[in-house]
């Protein structure tokens, strides 16, 4: 049994829509739905009655409904009393940041923060990017960090969130180099035979960018899908061994091109999109605590944003 499914039956009572609530819970439909049928499955009986539309709850589904809703309000409440009680790590600031961002970039802008900005305390959460974008609408951060891409737009309202850019890099795909320094698999195909494919997990947020590549490549790629994970770290591993052909932001490979043991496996400005890197907070007016440390942090970033 997970919070969340609670979080995910709530918003199903509300909107009355699978579609909707996937949206807003920022999941795949297919995985919003998997999800209400754990909660169905742990509580061993229907809660929703899918034979109508507008999607309405079963009689027991009601029942569950106002305990659902009650027990999240007692965790809620909970949580808000424990972190009144770190007046210890008020100077720490908390960052929610998606996996991919945080092996990589996150490090290195941390160290060059420290040398212009100062000292920083942070707390670094780790996560993939649904429950990073959750951990801040629901007061868990204080700083969320994630990738931008206008085709695939984070869901939070600029009524209530505030952002600011911090870089942009680029989404292409590497693989590791021959005998002769050249790609072992590479786009457009030379052979014309299907490329070995390590891909992110459906959902994925890189994911859905590869697929935006794909859609608008001007040739088929003949990508061969041999080997799936959420994480670019794990496809770049995979893809270092030699087993495939992956899409990985350009900080998490600059090492290994450097030492050659990636390389492009496209020609220059093919095969790539260019993603903004940035940072999101509620705005002052709406949020329900600021840390000194993150406004100081703020307006360092915006001054250097704007100056």
């Not at 579609?19 to 919003?32: D, E, I, K, M, Y």
């Not at 409440?77 to 007046?87: K, L, S």
């Not at 942070?122 to 993939?128: E, F, K, Q, T, V």
Request: aromatic fraction near 8%.
């Amino acid at each position: 049994m997970e919070t969340k499914w609670l979080e995910d039956f709530v918003s199903l009572a509300e909107t009355r829509s699978f579609s909707r609530s996937a949206q807003l819970r920022h999941v795949t439909q297919p995985a919003f739905s998997r999800r209400i049928q754990a909660l169905e499955a742990w509580a061993g009986l229907d809660l929703v009655d899918r034979s109508s539309y507008p999607t309405r709850l079963t009689p027991a589904g009601e029942t569950f409904h106002s305990q659902a809703l009650e027990i999240l309000g007692n965790l809620q409440a909970t949580r808000n009393m424990m972190r009144g009680h770190q007046v210890a790590g008020q100077d720490m600031i908390e960052f929610a940041v998606p996996h991919s961002l945080a092996f990589t970039f996150f490090p290195h802008w941390v160290m060059e923060l420290r040398s212009r900005f100062g000292a920083v305390k942070s707390r670094l959460i780790a996560m993939n990017v649904h429950d990073a974008v959750m951990q801040l609408t629901e007061g868990g951060c204080d700083l969320l960090i994630a990738y931008h891409h206008p085709s695939q737009p984070l869901q939070l309202s600029p009524e209530r969130y505030e952002m600011l850019s911090l870089g942009h890099e680029s989404l292409a795909p590497y693989a590791k180099a021959d005998k002769d320094g050249q790609p072992m698999f590479q786009l457009p195909s030379t052979s014309g035979g299907k490329v070995p494919f390590l891909s992110y997990a459906s959902g994925a947020y890189l994911g859905r960018l590869v697929e935006q590549i794909v859609k608008h490549s001007p040739a088929p790629l003949h990508l061969d899908p041999i080997y799936e994970t959420d994480m670019a770290e794990g496809l770049k591993a995979m893809a270092i061994e030699g087993h495939g052909l992956a899409f990985l932001p350009g900080s998490s490979v600059k090492k290994e091109l450097k030492s050659r043991r990636l390389v492009r496996a496209a020609a220059p400005g093919s095969c790539e999109v260019t993603m903004e890197v940035r940072i999101y907070r509620e705005r002052p007016e709406v949020a329900r605590h600021i840390k000194p440390g993150a406004q100081a942090l703020w307006d360092y970033l915006r001054d250097g944003a704007t100056g």
